[in-house]
């Protein structure tokens, strides 16, 4: 098993930036892709960004060129940084891990909430 847990949600005025963090333990070797998931309310999760192993990138059209998504496989973490955020930003973000194998089995942390509000 894998266990994944977010950090770095809150409250931040449009514009602004903010930066989330996921830290993998447990059966780190099973870890492929990772990445990040957004689910705002009464929507369904949707995906934000994804990175493989080796650093391959993925973004959902709706945050590319104001997201960056990074990993540390030495310290098995993903990061989202974000900026010039929007209202419709406003979100549970999820970190997703995907088995290195079984693609099918995915990880999922609890969440961390961001609103973008002034």
């Known amino acids: 098993q894998v266990q994944l847990v977010e950090s770095g949600g809150g409250l931040v005025q449009p514009g602004g930036s903010l930066r989330l963090s996921c830290a993998a333990s447990?059966?780190?070797?099973?870890?492929?892709?990772l990445g990040w998931y957004r689910q705002a309310p009464g929507k369904q999760r949707d995906l934000v960004a994804t990175i493989s192993r080796g650093g391959s990138t993925n973004y959902a059209d709706s945050v590319r060129g104001r997201f960056t998504i990074s990993r540390d496989n030495s310290k098995n973490t993903v990061s989202l940084q974000m900026s010039s955020l929007k209202p419709e930003d406003t979100a549970v973000y999820y970190c997703?891990?995907?088995?290195?194998?079984?693609?099918?089995?995915?990880?999922w942390g609890k969440g961390t909430l961001v609103t973008v509000s002034s």
């Open positions: 447990g059966s780190v070797f099973n870890v492929g892709a």
């Open positions: 997703n891990a995907k088995h290195r194998v079984v693609a099918s089995v995915d990880y």
